[in-house]
């Protein structure tokens, strides 16, 4: 099984602040990565799929990068609504994925 | 507007079964492939099972497998999950989420199952 290690597990920033949430896979996993919001009480919602592609109505201060086993998903600057827990998803051996544990990103 | 409402979450006893649903709306069912996702109270996400749009391909996480039962009635616009031999840790919220090229584009607001004697 392919695991997915999220860093940091709490990340504590202000609202205008950058923020950088790593995804590390325990083996290549190409592009097929996605990154998830999940707010309190809230189902996850799709931010990024293909490593990189913004979902659709997901504005443009979210974006992620990166292949094979490292991954980052970045805000470039934080609003008081960004505050939440996030997710990546891997898909490699769709239709089986993982999640990583979350990273919480609180103010 | 897409929606997916879960419902048929409650409390069960250890070894019990319960059924849950998810009525689709909004797009065409049968053209996607769904999925059934649960957290567990505090946790994070979990795939648990996986069905194509003509039924032929199902998938299940090795949790889960030969004690769920993923199912759907496109002609209904729904999705269901058998669960059988439940068990303490099975407690959780469960999500349907449809499948697009691999994400899950589109969640349910879930629904609560409680395992406990």
């Known amino acids: 099984e392919i695991v997915l290690t999220q860093s940091p597990a709490t990340l504590s920033l202000s609202a205008g602040d950058r923020a950088t949430l790593s995804c590390r896979a325990s083996?290549?996993?190409?592009?097929?990565l996605a990154w998830y919001q999940q707010k309190p009480g809230q189902a996850p919602r799709l931010l990024i799929y293909?490593?990189?592609y913004r979902a659709t109505g997901i504005p443009a201060r979210f974006s992620g990068s990166g292949s094979g086993t490292d991954f980052t998903l970045t805000i470039s600057s934080l609003e008081s609504e960004d505050f939440a827990v996030y997710y990546c998803?891997?898909?490699?051996?769709?239709?089986?994925?993982?999640f990583g544990q979350g990273t919480r990103l609180e103010i | 507007e897409v929606q997916l409402v879960e419902s048929g979450g409650g409390l069960v006893q250890p070894g019990g079964s319960l059924r849950l649903s998810c009525e689709a709306s909004?797009?065409?069912?049968?053209?996607?492939?769904m999925n059934w996702v649960r957290q567990a109270p505090g946790k994070g996400l979990e795939w648990i099972s996986y069905?194509?749009?003509?039924?032929?391909?199902?998938y299940y996480a090795d949790s889960v497998k030969g004690r769920f039962t993923i199912s759907r009635d496109n002609a209904k616009n729904s999705l269901y999950l058998q669960m059988n031999s439940l068990r303490d840790e099975d407690t959780g919220i469960y999500y349907c989420?449809?499948?697009?090229?691999?994400?899950?584009?589109?969640w349910g607001q879930g629904t609560l199952v409680t395992v406990s004697s």
């Open positions: 998803q891997q898909r490699s051996n769709w239709p089986r994925g993982t």
């Open positions: 293909d490593a990189s």
């Open positions: 069905i194509s749009t003509s039924l032929v391909t199902i």
């Open positions: 989420a449809r499948d697009r090229s691999r994400w899950f584009d589109s």
């Open positions: 909004g797009f065409t069912f049968s053209s996607y492939s």
């Open positions: 083996q290549s996993v190409s592009s097929y």
